[in-house]
């Protein structure tokens, strides 16, 4: 069974970066994409972006070039870093295994971790 | 950018059949995936490439996909299906993933 954890602060001052590892228990870490997806409270599912092994990214528009993915084949890790958060950015972070390239899908999930953006 | 329409609501008696809609322009020459989510967890997939289910969930859950609407069916509803339900699609033209808003499924 593929594991997924998430790890990093869960409070960030507004303007700053927000940061978030995945560690990840999966043999076959580098042949899939790896996503991060958040969830405001009460509010539906957003996704924010994937990366391939290779380092291969696709992010979503909306968040107008303040995400970057890196990942870490050697330690079976994929990073977020989201700049210029605001308030709006408070949110449940997953990161997920999307269990196919072309046509993407979530088989696999974190437990989500909260990240409050607040002074 | 491609936008995904869910009813924010279905209720159902236990027993009966829920059908949950996910509306969308031509959704029918996409591919769509459904997942479940209960209160403080993370969502589960229950339906992958329209009509599939993976293993471990239950027969009960079925997938359809045509024209302007998918539909993710629900069979001898229990209790414990009682949770929100997303669709979600890959927009090949704005290479991103989107979700539908979710709907909340009501067990009466």
């Known amino acids: 069974q593929v594991q997924l954890q998430e790890s990093g602060p869960g409070l960030v001052k507004p303007s700053e970066t927000l940061s978030l590892i995945c560690t990840v228990s999966d043999d076959s870490f580098s042949s899939f994409y790896w996503t991060w997806i958040r969830q405001s409270a009460g509010k539906g599912l957003e996704w924010i972006g994937r990366i391939y092994s290779t380092g291969n990214t696709n992010y979503n528009p909306s968040l107008k070039g303040r995400v970057t993915m890196s990942v870490d084949t050697s330690k079976n890790q994929f990073s977020l870093r989201l700049s210029s958060v605001t308030a709006a950015d408070t949110a449940v972070y997953y990161c997920?295994?999307?269990?196919?390239?072309?046509?993407?899908?979530?088989?696999?999930w974190g437990q989500g971790t909260l990240v409050t953006v607040a002074s | 950018s491609y936008v995904l329409t869910q009813p924010p609501s279905v209720s159902v008696a236990p027993g009966k059949t829920a059908r949950i809609s996910c509306g969308g322009d031509k959704i029918g020459s996409k591919t769509v995936h459904w997942y479940q989510q209960k209160p403080g967890l993370a969502p589960v997939l229950v339906i992958h490439?329209?009509?599939d289910r993976p293993s471990g969930i239950p027969e009960r859950f079925s997938g359809a996909n045509s024209g302007n609407t998918a539909t993710l069916t629900i069979s001898r509803v229990e209790a414990g299906d009682e949770a929100d339900y997303y669709c979600q699609v890959w927009d090949g033209s704005g290479l991103l993933v989107v979700f539908g808003g979710g709907t909340k499924l009501t067990v009466l």
């Open positions: 490439y329209d009509t």
């Open positions: 997920a295994r999307d269990n196919s390239g072309t046509v993407p899908h979530f088989d696999n």
